[in-house]
């Protein structure tokens, strides 16, 4: 099994389902995962996008058990594999420039043929003599046997056969010497000694070359899997427009690993109709190439949300906290308030832990508590559109806590819930204002934990505050 990324710079969804295919193959059969990095376009690949690859994949537990290799180092087997199919004459140069293809293309189409093209292989010595004088370079072509038909017998569409007639003299080793993308892959493979390909759909047409190239070479193709499409739930191609274009910035917006190997795995595989629901462990297990569809798969961040907070939801909370401290970290939430934090942000996490689909959400939810009060406008407009409710509701809050014996969550409910029934207001008008007191936010934790972590002094400390600027908005 191989994983083959090009360095698009990101390792993105389409590409980590593929990473993940192999990877499960690979793991369930006791295979070996290569990883090799087709990194020939020297503009796009950069040390920074090989890392991010290097990063997704570690993030998301997939690892190789051979490579990296990089293309881009191997100029040397690529030549040698060019210089072989010349002398078996697999290969051969071609002169024509490219508008003489362009012509040959433009012929065919108004025959009402496939726009292929070949190249002449009978030049005359005098032909050949007055291309080097005019500084010519060939390229070298693989001179496909027209009459043949290529088949591929591939696990996830069966069958599927091309006809060498609609196959063009495909372009082998370019004029500088370079080799193609074709050349490389197919080379590579056979010297890799790559048994099994699983790779998208979108590389269907290239698979015939390649297996020209290695049968030319005296070699076995590898059997391969082309695994379907995914698209945004709009049913048009998956691209960043849909909310998330690489396995990274699923990871920023608080998605965990479990969560997005079981969303991927579901991208054009199932195990039965109905099991939505596996861990890494399952699907190692299970995973098999007979069960990938062959129907495109729809990409859908709510789907992955539900995932999410479904996983989330399985954790303990001292999982939990671990996920949630690790991701924090990532974020920079400690270089924010302190590592000090720590030990807070791991008590909020048995009233976080209900309200959260996604990690980054926490700050949300929870960040009121690690800085000072700031009133956000739509709280404050909450209290500024009844000033002397706010007035009544706040002041009876802060009268009967400021009494309270004791600082813990029930006691704290008790006597919040008592004066909501003295004061004979509907909870929610009597308890959103408290949570905007001591928040300054209409989202937060529960209002009874949330007064108890952030503790006697402080809650009081809050709600003076907010009842001096109330009593300011009232005598104004
Ligand atoms: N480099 C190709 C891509 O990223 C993959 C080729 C392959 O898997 O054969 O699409």
């Known amino acids: 099994m191989r994983f083959a990324p090009s360095p698009t710079g990101l390792l993105h969804i389409g590409g980590a389902r593929t990473a993940l295919f192999n990877w499960l193959v690979a793991r369930n059969t006791g295979g070996t995962f290569v990883l090799r990095l087709e990194d020939t376009d020297r503009e796009r690949s950069t040390a920074e996008s090989e890392a991010q690859i290097y990063r997704a994949m570690e993030w998301l537990g997939l690892d190789w058990d051979e490579g990296p290799y990089r293309q ?48 002449r292989r009978d030049w ?15 390229v070298w072509r693989f001179g496909v046997d027209v009459g043949g038909r290529t088949v591929i017998d591939d696990f996830v569409r069966g069958e599927v056969a091309f006809e060498h007639a609609a196959i063009e003299d495909f372009v082998v080793a370019r004029s500088d010497g370079t080799p193609t993308y074709n050349l490389a892959a197919a080379v590579d493979d056979h010297a890799m000694g790559i048994t099994h390909a699983i790779r998208g759909e979108d590389h269907l047409s290239n698979t015939p070359k390649q297996m020209m190239v290695i049968r030319a070479l005296g070699g076995t193709p590898p059997e391969y899997a082309h695994v379907p499409m995914i698209l945004g739930p709009d049913k048009k191609r998956l691209s960043k427009r849909h909310g998330a274009a ?14 997005v190997i079981n969303a991927l795995a579901l991208l054009g595989w199932s ?17 098999t190439v007979a069960r990938i569809s062959r129907s495109p798969a729809v990409f859908d961040l709510k789907k992955l949300d539900h995932i999410n907070g479904r996983y989330l939801r399985t954790l303990s909370d001292q999982e939990f906290g671990d996920a949630l401290v690790e991701w924090l970290r990532h974020d920079g939430f400690f270089t924010r308030h302190g590592d ?119 809650s009081l400390r809050r709600y003076r505050a907010t009842m001096g600027r109330l009593a300011e908005l009232w005598n104004a």
Do not use: C
């Open 72 to 119: 881009s180092e191997r100029d040397e087997v690529y030549a040698d594999a060019v210089e072989r199919l010349k002398a078996s004459g697999a290969v051969y140069a071609s002169w024509e420039t490219d508008a003489d293809m362009d012509a040959q293309r433009q012929a065919a189409r108004e025959d009402k043929r496939a726009p292929v093209v070949r190249g």
């Open 124 to 138: 005359t010595d005098a032909d050949l003599a007055r291309f080097r004088d005019e500084g010519r370079v060939p």
């Open 246 to 259: 690489s396995v990274e910035e699923l990871r920023d917006q608080g998605y965990v690993r479990d969560a």
């Open 271 to 287: 195990y039965d109709d109905k099991t939505t629901r596996f861990t890494v462990d399952e699907l190692v297990e299970r995973f």
């Open 340 to 458: 000090g934090t720590e030990d807070l942000v791991r008590r909020t996490v048995p009233s976080v832990k209900r309200k959260m689909t996604r990690l980054n959400e926490y700050e949300t939810l929870a960040g009121w508590l690690f800085r000072d009060l700031e009133m956000q406008p739509d709280a404050w407009a909450v209290l500024e559109g009844d000033v002397k409710h706010a007035i009544q509701v706040v002041g009876g809050g802060l009268g009967r806590l400021d009494a309270l014996p004791d600082w813990t969550q029930d006691a704290i409910k008790d006597v919040l819930l008592d004066q909501l029934h003295i004061m004979g207001s509907n909870a929610r008008d009597f308890l959103e204002p408290q949570r905007i007191a001591i928040t300054g936010s209409t989202v937060s934790t529960g209002i009874y934990e949330s007064l108890a972590l952030l503790g006697r002094d402080e």
